[in-house]
Every structure is written in structure tokens, then in C-alpha cells.
């Protein structure tokens, strides 16, 4: 009697214990002839999809730093794990709200009228967002100087119409106060706090050579504490270095290349009463359309090297050989003319 203990899917981490088969062979035994199988289950035909799991952390994403622009003194800050919106103070100096407003372009100078280009248009954006009746278009215009005033005097400011670089901080979005860099009464011209995003994320890492799982776009499974699961999809995926570089010797050292995959959860209702956690991210590995499948525990090892299924049908079983594609979700793909969807195969009980 031959008998296979496991079968894996190298890299994909599927195993199942199979079957042995005494004096089977390489062809089709139409004449066998066996009591009934104690269990069966069907061949089936449909997709397939082999993933692999991977550790990761739920939380709110790499921190980022918000240095102050301004000369000055921190006069106050919102409270950790605030969230601040579009127009609302970040944090003020000398009793100055520094407004959060929306955009992917950092505040990089002095903005007024006759000022042109991609921070101007941002700033019209947020103004005519908020109410202030910006025009449209890249150019700080009269206009533009008017919904300055406006949003100034709402905020209890001398109303310019001009703005110094550091009286606003833009983001791509509203945002999270992560932690306090500096205290208030402390000068303002430091690191100030930093901010993250106000949806919870899942970043993994992944080694190099496993790097074709993790595409931006990606759909992924997360597994939740608990035991339930929620649907992700990769919205970052950046190259991170680590180690000593090279040496003094000329020799090189330790570097260690890593990717960072930022995951983002569309249901953050499912994520609640979670803040931080560890959690396992299952990325798709393979895949097979229209497969024609089995469960792997109904695979038989031949005497002479290979695999079979043994095919039911009534009080007659039949062993025929298969040729094995993927293994996934607890099936293994399978490869035989004589088999067709539908068709009954021996399984243990």
C-alpha cells in the first residue's frame, strides 16, 4: 500500500492529508469493483483563488509630522485622537488658528493677488468648499483676496486678505491628531504635533520576492480578532531600507529591503472598538477560472507514481488518474478527460 501523508502548495501554505490506495494503477479500472464508499463529494467547476497570509497591524497608518511655519508661541492644541476638518484650527500660535484645509500641494509661501499656480488653485477649491465664494482657476484673484477676508474675520483674525506661509496646513483629507510634539507655551517654529488619517488602515510587509502580491488596487482579505473578516484594498505600496549600509571597511552591511502595503478598509463600522490590533492579510496568489476541482483529500496516491480520484457511481468505483494544477480554499484543481462536473469521487468520512 503506497500512502501520501501531505500535499502543499509551495508558497501558498495549503496542506491536506490524502488517501493511500493499495494495487492501484496508471490506467482507468472500469471493471473495479468496491462496496460504496462511506462519503462522497461532487466534482465541481468554478473558479479558484490560492492566497497566502500575512501579518499585519490595524491602526491609523504611518504618522505624519506637521512642523509650525510661524514665529511664535503654541497657544493651544486639540486633544489626542482629535479629528480636525476643513476649516477647522489644527492648532494656533499666538492665539492664531493655523486652519486645516484640503490638498496634496504643502503651503510653500506667501500667498496674495497676482499669485499663480497649483496652491492657488487648492486655496479656491477649500474657500469656495467653505462658502466663501472663491473663483474657480489657479490665480490668487480679487475674489480670492474677498473669501480670504471672509474666512479671517469668521476666524477672528485681522482680516488681510493675504496669507503668510504657515497659516494654513493642507492635507488630502480631514485628519486624526496622532500625538503632541511640543507642549503649549513652547515656540512654534518646532514640530508641532503629528496627524494621520481618520479611518483605521492595515499596513503589512511583505518581502521583496513576494512583492506581486501586493499591487496597488489589490483586493485583500483581513481577518479580524474574533474571528470575523472584512474586504481591503491596497491604496499604498512603498520600498522601505533598513540596516547599517556599508561600512567603513568598503564592506557592505546589513541592509534589509522591505515593502510597505498600506491597506484601506471601506467598512469602518466593522472595525469598531478596535484601535490597534494584529490581524492576518490574505492576498490572492493564484488563480484558476472554470477549474475543474476536488477536494484535495480525495486525491489517492498510483503505485507507480501520480495521483487519482476514485469516481462513484452507484455500487461501482472506478480509479482514474488526474493531473493536479492549484491547490486552493481546501480543493485542488484537476486535470482528466474522463471527469466532468457533476461526477461523485470518493472523500473519507
Known amino acids: ?106 503651503m510653500y509661501r506667501d500667498l496674495a493677488r497676482g499669485v499663480e499656480g497649483p496652491d492657488v488653485e487648492q486655496l479656491n477649491d477649500n474657500l469656495r468648499a467653505l462658502g466663501y465664494g472663491a473663483p474657480n482657476g489657479d490665480v490668487f484673484t480679487a475674489e480670492t483676496a474677498a473669501a480670504v477676508r471672509a474666512l479671517q474675520q469668521k476666524q477672528g483674525v485681522k482680516a488681510t486678505g493675504t496669507l503668510k506661509i504657515g497659516q494654513l496646513h493642507f492635507a488630502r483629507d480631514a485628519v486624526r491628531v496622532a500625538e503632541h510634539r511640543t507642549v503649549v507655551g513652547d515656540t512654534a517654529s518646532a514640530t508641532v504635533l503629528t496627524r494621520t488619517s481618520r479611518s483605521k488602515t492595515v499596513t503589512v510587509q511583505v518581502d521583496v520576492g513576494d512583492q506581486e502580491l501586493a499591487k496597488k488596487g489589490k483586493v485583500v482579505k483581513v481577518l479580524l480578532p474574533g474571528g470575523s473578516s472584512v474586504e481591503g484594498k491596497i491604496r499604498r505600496v512603498r520600498t522601505v531600507t533598513s540596516g547599517e549600509g556599508e561600512k567603513s571597511d568598503g564592506k557592505d552591511g546589513s541592509v534589509k529591503t522591505k515593502i510597505d502595503v498600506e491597506i484601506e478598509i471601506a467598512d469602518q463600522h466593522a472595525l469598531k472598538g478596535l484601535d490597534t490590533a494584529t490581524v492576518d492579510v490574505e492576498f490572492t496568489s493564484a488563480t484558476a477560472k472554470n477549474a475543474l476541482s476536488v477536494p484535495v483529500t480525495a486525491l489517492v496516491a498510483l503505485a507507480d507514481g501520480g495521483y487519482a480520484v476514485r469516481v462513484v457511481d452507484g455500487d461501482r468505483t472506478r480509479t482514474v488518474p488526474v493531473k493536479l494544477a492549484l491547490f486552493a480554499q481546501g480543493r485542488v484543481e484537476i486535470e482528466s478527460r474522463e471527469l466532468r462536473a457533476g461526477m461523485k469521487v470518493a472523500v473519507p468520512k
Open 1 to 106: 500500500m503506497v500512502t501520501i501523508a501531505a500535499l502543499t502548495l509551495a508558497g501558498g501554505g495549503v496542506s491536506a492529508v490524502t488517501l493511500g490506495l493499495g494495487g492501484s494503477s496508471g490506467r482507468s479500472d472500469a471493471a473495479r469493483r468496491d462496496t460504496r464508499p462511506a462519503a462522497t463529494s461532487e466534482i465541481t467547476r468554478s473558479d479558484l483563488a490560492a492566497s497566502q497570509a500575512l501579518a499585519g497591524e490595524l491602526g491609523y497608518g504611518t504618522p505624519v509630522p506637521v512642523h509650525g511655519r510661524l514665529p511664535g508661541t503654541v497657544t493651544w492644541l486639540p486633544e489626542q485622537g482629535a479629528v480636525v476638518q476643513r476649516g477647522e484650527a489644527l492648532y494656533k500660535v499666538d492665539n492664531q488658528p493655523v486652519a486645516l484645509m484640503y490638498g496634496a500641494t504643502p
